[in-house]
């Protein structure tokens, strides 16, 4: 499955970076440009030597760099498959071929002067593997540093998922109509279940936008029980690709941000805007609710919010943005992603 | 005082139906085990104290989470009234409020609410001492968002943002807004430190809205000859002497 690994957020799971991601291509770049520059700057005699030595060691490192990203952006998916030991293999090997290749290339097409020996040879192979090795351990250490993979950490994720202001006024409401309306009781208390059993689901594997609304539904419903007439919502899903896939639990707690403080608080009734739409290659998610200025809850959520940025980070990098926009009277929030199709799964795997 | 017989009158303030609708349920099961008596509910803080005033009340039932007035600033107004009802603050879920309860010894009910825990309080509150409006506002470091005034019976609220002054005479305070001038029974220094960001003392006996100063003109006493600052009001043609003491303010308003 392209593009869909499992970042799983409580046990770490070593995967190699997708290397089909900007983000993970830049980063190469300009990590490996930067370790040149050292290089540079440490052997130069002087200040226009740095350009030089620079632009000596270009010569060989730009084209096994760019040769390299693009063959691990074509072995990508095949990447992907094997476990991590393998993969790290291929790529330090990848690493070495390349560069022993260009070397030798390079020198029958005279671009470089060989030095006969086998020292020059093995010295490049070896500082290519090398290389590669280094940014493979910032990858993993990026993951690491991103995922709350600390018990205290899994529990305060957990916590900002389902808000005990939510949780107990919900108990609460259910218990207010249970008499009156059972079959809405019932309802009620099953949406609670589906809610809360994906909060504390313990993989983070990519749903569909289809699962995530659903889910974003019921809650919504369970909101509407409570608050009635002053929770409106307005859903904008025409031009949303049902199969589009993204981290789980993304619109909702965006949604009972815009609930928390943009409804609550507000002594008439207000609208929840939901747009939800592909452009391209992107997919956009945006929740919009009305804001008071003053009087608002004052402890925020920013736990979920930040929770949702990391989440977003490490699964898309770059081509992940979260954007907030805070009017006198409004709160917008604005997620862009890639828009990642889902796999339909081949018949002998139902 | 109610002898024991008579029912135990009671009102119900919360945002949420549901959970007016679960405390219905909840009381009409307690009536088995106590006299009592449910005489309104309402969904807001002006709705309960528009309903309250001229109704006399046992308990008043809370929630403390409510738009627009929080259920603590609605028990302190509802502390102005002549014979004050007994209240009992309700919550889902509150960190805050339930530390500053813990603290003052005040009694709250934790949503879903228990049968036995509803009964107690509903118990303690006939030998219950009211609440003084101090204690209440130890329990929140926000200031309240319109001061009450009695009037014949009746709770009416002055949303602070229409409070021109606050000034001190003899035994009352007077609050002028616009329109008119209210008597406040609350102490000038009390208002001073709850509206400290609204309000700055001019004078021993006068607190100002920063908001309404347009400007300073210095007067010169006739008589005495002597001269002394004073404040010119926005939308009262009005001056208000600023006392020797608080003359640094004219520097720093510029």
Redesign the interface.
Do not use: C, M, S, T
């Given at each position: 499955m392209p593009n869909v690994q499992s970042i799983n957020q409580n046990t770490l799971s070593d995967a190699l970076p997708d290397f089909r991601n900007w983000g993970v291509m830049l980063r190469s770049l300009l990590l490996v440009n930067g370790m040149v520059l050292l290089v540079a700057i440490a052997q130069a005699t002087s200040w226009q030597d740095i350009v030089a030595r620079m632009l000596g060691l270009s010569a060989l490192l730009q084209p096994v760099l760019l040769l390299n990203l693009s063959l691990l952006f074509m072995l990508n998916p095949w990447l992907e498959r094997l476990t991590y030991k393998k993969g790290t293999a291929v790529v330090l090997l990848l690493a070495m071929t390349v560069t022993l290749m260009v070397y030798h290339l390079g020198g029958k097409l005279s671009l470089y002067t060989i030095v006969h020996g086998n020292f020059y040879s093995g010295r490049n192979a070896l500082l290519g593997s090398v290389i590669a090795g280094l940014l493979l351990v910032y990858f993993r250490f990026r993951v690491r540093v991103l995922s709350p993979a600390v018990d205290a950490a899994r529990l305060q994720a957990l916590q900002a998922r389902i808000r005990?202001?939510f949780?107990?006024?919900s108990?609460?409401?259910?218990?207010?109509?249970v008499?009156?309306d059972p079959k809405r009781a019932e309802t009620a208390l099953e949406d609670m279940a589906d809610l809360f059993r994906m909060a504390m689901a313990q993989d983070d594997d990519l749903v569909t936008v289809r699962q995530e609304v659903a889910l974003a539904r019921q809650y919504l419903a369970l909101e509407q029980?409570?608050?009635?007439e002053r929770l409106k919502v307005n859903w904008y899903t025409e031009n949303m690709p049902d199969d589009a896939l993204l981290p789980p639990l993304v619109l909702q707690p965006l949604l009972e941000n815009a609930v928390y403080h943009g409804i609550?608080?507000?002594?008439k009734d207000g609208f929840v805007d939901i747009k939800l739409y592909r452009n391209g290659n992107e997919m956009h998610l945006e929740v919009y609710n009305p804001r008071q200025e003053q009087?608002g809850?004052h402890?925020g959520n920013k736990m979920a919010l930040s929770n949702i940025r990391e989440r977003l980070a490490l699964q898309f990098d770059v081509e992940a943005s979260y954007k907030v926009e805070i009017g006198k009277d409004f709160y917008r929030v604005h997620i862009k992603l890639p828009y990642v199709q889902e796999i339909p799964k081949p018949f002998f795997f139902a | 005082m109610n002898d024991v017989e008579s029912p135990l009158t009671i009102f119900i303030v919360d945002d949420?139906?549901?959970?007016?609708?679960?405390i219905k349920?909840l009381l009409a099961d307690c009536s088995e085990q106590m006299p009592l008596q449910l005489v309104g509910e309402a969904g807001?803080g002006y709705e309960a104290l528009d309903k309250l005033s001229g109704v006399q009340v046992d308990v008043v039932l809370v929630d403390i989470?409510m738009?627009?007035m929080d259920g603590i600033e609605l028990a302190r107004h509802l502390n102005k009234l002549p014979t004050p009802p007994a209240i009992i603050f309700t919550t889902?879920?509150?960190v805050?409020a339930i530390q500053a309860f813990e603290l003052h010894a005040i009694d709250y009910l934790?949503?879903?609410?228990r049968i036995g825990r509803l009964l107690d309080a509903l118990t303690r509150t006939r030998s219950a001492v009211p609440l003084r409006g101090e204690k209440l506002q130890e329990l929140t470091p926000e200031p309240r968002?319109n001061i009450a005034i009695h009037e014949r019976g009746k709770i009416h609220l002055i949303p602070i943002e229409q409070v021109m002054y606050l000034r001190a005479e003899l035994k009352y305070v007077t609050l002028r807004t616009v329109e008119r001038e209210y008597l406040v029974e609350e102490t000038l220094g009390a208002l001073e430190k709850e509206f400290a960001i609204r309000f700055i003392r001019i004078h021993r006996n006068c607190l100002v809205a920063k908001d309404e100063i347009v400007g300073f003109e210095k007067i010169v006493d006739e008589k005495s000859g002597d001269s002394y600052w004073a404040v010119n009001l926005k939308k009262l043609n009005e001056t208000l002497p600023i006392s020797r003491r608080q003359q640094f303010i004219v520097k720093e308003f510029g």
């Open positions: 005990p202001h949780l107990f006024n108990i609460n409401a259910v218990l207010g109509i008499r009156a029980l409570r608050l009635g609550e608080p507000l002594a009087g809850h402890v | 949420e139906p549901p959970a007016r609708n679960r349920d807001n989470r738009p627009q889902a879920y509150d805050y934790l949503k879903p609410i968002k």
